[in-house]
């Protein structure tokens, strides 16, 4: 399963529609890939699964492929349905 380990975000960095890149990888060690929202989005939306992955905590927890207001576009963590800041406290690059 894909784990996105890293984040690249446009200020204010405070959402997850901020989020423009991720570096991602099949395990949670190994070769990081970066890909757009736009791609990870996609492949969510298709059956793919993807979760977070903090080296410094371990914690994990899946992304999940959102729709905010205006058909903005973009990645999310959920818990007990509701949004939380799981990706954005993943490290910057």
Same mark, same amino acid.
Do not use: C, K
């Given at each position: 399963?894909?784990? /996105?380990?890293? /984040?690249?975000?446009?200020?204010?960095?405070?959402?997850?529609?901020?989020?423009?890149?991720?570096?991602?990888?099949?395990?949670?060690?190994?070769?990081?890939?970066?890909?757009?929202?736009?791609? /990870?989005?996609?492949?969510?939306?298709?059956?793919?699964?993807?979760?977070?992955?903090?080296?410094?905590?371990?914690?994990?927890?899946?992304?999940?492929?959102?729709?905010?207001?205006?058909?903005?576009?973009?990645?999310?963590?959920?818990?007990?349905?509701?949004?939380?800041?799981?990706?954005?406290?993943?490290?910057?690059?």
């Amino acid at each position: 399963m894909p784990f /996105i380990r890293e /984040i690249q975000v446009q200020e204010p960095g405070t959402h997850g529609s901020h989020v423009t890149a991720v570096r991602w990888s099949e395990l949670t060690t190994g070769p990081l890939r970066e890909a757009s929202v736009a791609e /990870i989005f996609w492949r969510v939306r298709r059956g793919a699964r993807f979760r977070t992955f903090d080296e410094r905590t371990h914690a994990q927890m899946d992304v999940e492929a959102r729709v905010g207001f205006g058909g903005t576009r973009y990645l999310s963590t959920v818990q007990g349905g509701r949004e939380n800041d799981a990706l954005l406290a993943l490290p910057r690059f």
